[in-house]
């Protein structure tokens, strides 16, 4: 058992952790359970930006989340779940079509509309009798399509009174973001769906997405203490490869006054602008007091950063809190699948870093917790490779529906009942697109097989490849690619990225070199 290991101090300081934690790791036995359950109903609760390490049940150790354990404690939580490209936008495109970037034609932010016309899953449960909705965070520069009602917010939207479209309309809202999605969500479930059909509920959050601005109730959640610092958070870059030393994405060099709460956002009424001022006043006031400089300064900036977002993280999981009560109160839970994922993960001061976009895992891997009474055992985790690229196949095998042949994504439901099918991929390919782009992450390609890492940083400037073992090698550091001990490893990866990229249909000519046109203002100067 799992818990063995956890000390006793752990389990006084996060009670969620160790519920989580007492998982059992045993092999289900499908013969014993239901293996599909009668058209349920599928809610997907999707936040932006939400890293597996400020979740409890992934052993986080700066933070609890108790209601998004609830379903790690109820259903399945999924270790290696791997995004495709890890990027808002692109990701979300993912999900909708089961499809790679390359192939569902979303392969940046914000350069060119999602061609809503495209198969989708959403459009596909339609066909087979499921009311859908989508509500919160769209950020795909299209209406959507496929869905019975929308009610979305306007590109990015802001943390508070957000404008948002709802079937078309423009509404403008006035609150925290957070808590009128899900005040929507749940006015949808509970008064506007057709309680004679399935529903395909979409509820996706723009939280915790920069610029990490809290909700009133959390302004000093963690005052009183100290977020541990990451051990890579004062990464001396000088001997890693030239991508690493390009990127504009440190918490000591990049961050804004916004980002840091040095000024209040622009849209506050006159209410919440005095509970902010309050609030932040005199923590900015004693900044400015200190004349911080140097790692000082760093260790500033980084405990004001993760404050912010822990406290954004706070919201989503008390909100979520809310939404999980109601299936309980109106007697759906039993017949619900509930999906927890993010767009993708997120650096919370690894290498010095804030964002994500890169191969390396703290944005690759994003937290997955399926919860399906009747068919998932409670309390069991999973170390296949997935992807939200499965999202798709996997709700439309869940509805009874026909999977097209031109998924690239495979369903879960095999998973979820405890029989990994045979054939299962035991490799993941990924790709990056968004250069010239914000950060300045620069485009590369790579494959994993969740032990070893091989990534092609592909332009000419910085044509260089790199190699990790993540088994001696957790934190990415040291690049073995010129190592002779791992020449057969690097050999078999470039075989199997060979095969993965023929086998996905990836064109050799990068498909997003010709929308990406404009290189954002640099904050700080590049490194040498």
Avoid at 9 to 31: C, E, P, R
Avoid at 186 to 208: C, G, I, N, T, V
Avoid at 379 to 399: H, R
Avoid at 416 to 437: A, I, M, S
Wanted: glycine share 6%; aromatic share 12%; charged share 25%.
């Amino acid at each position: 058992m799992l818990q063995k290991h956890i000390s006793l101090k752990t389990l006084v300081l996060f009670v969620a952790f160790a519920v989580s934690q007492s998982m059992s790791a045993h092999a289900i036995n499908a013969d014993e359970k239901q293996t599909t359950a009668s058209r349920p109903n599928i809610l997907l609760v999707f936040t932006d930006d939400h890293a597996y390490q400020s979740i409890s049940a992934y052993g986080s150790r700066i933070n609890t989340t108790p209601n998004i354990d609830r379903l790690a404690h109820e259903g399945m939580r999924f270790d290696r779940c791997y995004v495709s490209n890890s990027i808002c936008g692109p990701c979300r495109a993912t999900v909708l079509t089961g499809k790679y970037s390359h192939l569902n034609g979303f392969c940046v932010n914000g350069s060119t509309p999602f061609d809503g016309s495209q198969q989708t899953f959403p459009k596909l449960l339609q066909k087979v009798g499921y009311q859908t909705a989508v509500i919160g965070k769209w950020h795909l520069h299209s209406a959507p399509t496929g869905f019975d009602h929308w009610d979305i917010l306007i590109n990015q939207g802001p943390y508070y009174n957000p404008p948002m479209i709802r079937n078309g309309e423009r509404v403008q809202r006035t609150g925290y973001t957070t808590k009128i999605i899900t005040d929507l969500t749940l006015k949808w479930l509970s008064e506007q769906r057709d309680q004679d059909k399935p529903f395909m509920l979409m509820y996706q959050h723009k939280a915790p997405h920069r610029p990490w601005e809290p909700a009133p109730q959390y302004f000093h959640l963690y005052d009183d203490i100290d977020i541990p610092e990451p051990p890579t958070l004062f990464e001396d870059y000088a001997a890693r490869g030239p991508a690493v030393r390009q990127q504009d994405m440190t918490i000591a060099e990049t961050m804004s006054d916004r980002d840091l709460k040095l000024v209040p956002p622009a849209n506050l009424t006159s209410t919440q602008q005095a509970k902010w001022d309050a609030a932040y006043g005199p923590k900015n006031r004693a900044f400015h007091e200190a004349n911080l400089a140097g790692d000082d300064l760093t260790r500033w900036r980084y405990q004001r950063y993760i404050k912010d977002y822990l406290r954004c993280v706070s919201a989503v999981d008390d909100q979520l809190g809310r939404v999980l009560d109601y299936l309980d109160e109106s007697g759906l839970t039993d017949n619900t699948l509930v999906v927890y994922c993010s767009d993708q993960g997120f650096y919370l001061g690894e290498h010095g870093w804030f964002d994500k976009r890169w191969m390396y895992e703290e944005s690759l891997r994003t937290p997955c917790l399926v919860r399906w009474p009747g068919v998932v055992d409670p309390g069991t985790y999973n170390e296949d490779i997935v992807s939200p690229l499965d999202f798709a196949s996997t709700f439309l095998e869940a509805a009874g529906g026909e999977l097209p042949g031109d998924l690239q994504g495979k369903s879960l439901v095999p998973i979820l009942n405890g029989n990994t099918p045979k054939d299962w991929r035991k490799t993941f390919y990924y790709h990056y697109y968004e250069y010239p782009g914000w950060h300045y992450v620069r485009r590369h390609y790579g494959v994993t097989d969740g032990r070893f890492k091989l990534m092609y940083f592909y332009e000419p400037d910085v044509d260089h490849w790199e190699l990790y073992d993540l088994h001696n090698d957790r934190d990415e550091l040291q690049n073995v690619v010129d190592n002779p001990a791992y020449t057969k490893i690097l050999q078999r990866l470039r075989q199997e990225l060979t095969r993965l990229r023929e086998d996905l249909r990836v064109p050799n000519e990068d498909p997003a070199s010709t929308v990406i046109k404009r290189l954002p203002p640099r904050i700080r100067t590049p490194l040498p």
